[in-house]
């Protein structure tokens, strides 16, 4: 089993729609949860940390639920530019500069 | 105030050939982390150095890989006798102490090409 997995999508959604994405872990140690947003053959970018009581920054939301081991995200209100490659990403307990990286879920917004 | 800079952006090279890869870190960052980005694949932990250390390179392939942060200067990443399996996007960050935390931003990334 891998240490981060996530669907691979990709998710094909309209603008304007409402989508989320999910992303388990294996390790109940893991403190730190974080989405990146990654652009075709481009770096990886912060889009959000993931704090155990969820929060929100304008149309995206992120939740941690450490009994099942998922981090979630969604996205309300789909923008064109929101299509992107959505990584998450686990900082496990014991080695704190090292992120577990899942393998990332593509989302497509249509006009 | 330049972030994390690496260079070349994109670097061909034939099998057997040896690749270089630098990362200038942000301006005050004193530790450096290299990632691998496989098609298709999240980024994978290679190695974390600080100025003239490495502190974890357990990400590190036992053969042909290397890595340095030397005093003066950017950090590399080596790869001698390089294979087709090597291509990849090779991906640096730097941070201001040792954490996996939103304080490590990324740089660009070298797409590495083997023919």
């Known amino acids: 089993r891998k240490e981060v997995e996530q669907d691979p999508g990709p998710f094909n959604v309209p603008e304007g729609a409402t989508v989320a994405f999910n992303c388990t872990y294996s390790?109940?140690?893991?403190?730190?949860f974080f989405w990146y947003r990654q652009d075709c053959r481009k770096e990886p970018k912060l889009l959000m940390s993931?704090?155990?009581s969820g929060n929100e920054d304008g149309r995206f939301t992120a939740q941690l639920n450490r009994a099942s081991q998922y981090i979630s995200l969604l996205i309300r209100d789909s923008k064109l530019s929101d299509s992107a490659t959505y990584l998450c990403?686990?900082?496990?307990?014991?080695?704190?500069?090292?992120?577990?990286f899942g393998s990332g879920t593509r989302l497509l917004v249509r006009p | 105030n330049a972030g994390v800079m690496q260079n070349p952006r994109h670097l061909v090279r034939r099998r057997g050939q040896e690749a270089r890869l630098r990362c200038s870190p942000m301006?005050?960052?004193?530790?450096v982390y290299w990632y691998r980005q496989l098609p298709e694949e999240g980024l994978k932990f290679m190695v974390y150095?600080?100025?003239?250390?490495?502190?974890?390179e357990s990400g590190m392939p036992k053969e042909r890989f290397s890595a340095e942060f030397p005093k003066e200067g950017p950090s590399i990443l080596r790869i001698q006798q390089v294979v087709r399996g090597d291509s990849a996007a090779y991906f640096c960050?730097?941070?201001?102490?040792?954490?996996?935390?939103?304080?490590?931003?990324f740089g660009q990334g070298t797409r590495l090409t083997v023919v």
């Open positions: 960050a730097s941070s201001p102490r040792a954490t996996g935390s939103p304080e490590a931003f």
């Open positions: 390790n109940s140690a893991s403190q730190s």
């Open positions: 993931v704090y155990s």
């Open positions: 990403a686990v900082n496990m307990g014991d080695s704190s500069y090292k992120l577990i």
């Open positions: 301006k005050g960052h004193s530790h």
């Open positions: 150095l600080q100025k003239e250390n490495i502190i974890d």
